[in-house]
């Protein structure tokens, strides 16, 4: 597989998140991270939310010089238009799919076969690039998708971006999309934007990929309508861990542009989050802990600081001796085996009590307080 394409499209995507509403200036910033981390093309508003949209999309256009800059538009001429005041390089024209979709917008096959050249030919005046979207492709009717792709490769148009709209396809299926496209547009970039409503979008996307995909379009923290879209952070560590396939950006920056992005939208991150959450490198569980203390690589897929974080280790239910030692510094003839054995009851059920791990200093009270009393029946 050649490197893909990643397109993050947080600031258009991402931030329709429900009660998610980015300042400009945090859209800038969140733009300006993006950049530094290495991202090649990003996907940045909707022109025709008006001109508060359009001047912040100016903005970030004057100040990311780097990255390739898009912006999502209706198969509408009026918000073409709207677009055509913004200073990017490529635009996304949208063309539901589904009959679902097609209904809804008062349209039909027939229509979105005949009028995608036209769109395409307008918008080919305006922009170096133009990209089809075919939202819903997921449940469109597969011969009429594989001659909507035909189409749109006969337009001209730059790339055609498959989305699984309502995140029902699987790995398997995703896989089988990408490539039945391919072979009805033969030379056509595509590109596979998944939704992560049965949490598979991060596999999904990688077994798009696997089908023949050029690009993906993720979103940071997998930030998006209802449960989101394939996250950045993940996509990209599957990639290079996963498949050995370096993605092409600064994955140290990785954590601090999650948390960035936490702050902005008002959504904090699960301490389990695979890859940029708090917990996604601590330890607690004896085999574990004294496993990671001797070999950090024992329990680790990757080094921590490959995406900017680090390894802890938590005291809890399920520790053992070995991370007490750790905690309280001792060597193993610190601690007599009565003690530890007395020590390490009490710490699992104070965690038991307080329904959480203890902290360092919790358990350095309890070890004093069995030294000095023998007691260690409170913190």
Known sequence: ??????????????????????????????ALSLEA?????????????????????????????????SCWCRADMEDIRAASACKIQAVYISFPVSDFLLFAIGHDRPWALRSVGRFVRLAKKLFPLVYIGAPDSSRAHLPFLQMFAQAVKDSGANRLRLADT?????????LQLVQSVRRAASRLEIEFHAHNDLGLATANTLAALEGGAHCVSVTVNGLGERSGNAPLEEVAMAL?????????????GLTALSRQV?????????????VTGSAAFRHESGVHAA??????????????RAVGQKSSFAVGKHSGMRLLEYVLGLSKDGLSPEEGKDLLQKVRREAVRLK????????ERMFHRLKV???????
């Open 1 to 30: 597989m050649e490197t893909p394409l990643i397109i993050d499209t947080t600031l258009r995507d991402g931030e329709q998140a429900t009660g998610v509403a980015f300042s400009n200036a945090e859209r800038l910033r969140i």
């Open 37 to 69: 981390l290495g991202i090649r093309e990003m996907e940045i508003g909707t022109p025709s939310m008006g001109t508060d949209e359009v001047e912040s999309i100016n903005e970030i256009a004057s100040r990311c010089l780097k990255a390739r800059l």
């Open 166 to 174: 309502v995140g029902i396809l699987t790995p398997g299926t995703s």
């Open 240 to 252: 290079k861990v996963g498949l050995g396939i370096d993605p092409g950006i600064r994955t140290e």
């Open 262 to 274: 936490a702050q902005a939208s008002g959504r904090p991150l699960h301490e389990g989050k695979p």
């Open 291 to 304: 496993a990671s203390l001797k070999e950090p690589c024992s329990f680790e897929p990757y080094e921590p």
């Open 356 to 363: 959480r791990s203890l902290t360092f200093e919790e358990v």
């Open 373 to 379: 009393t023998g007691m260690v029946d409170s913190t």
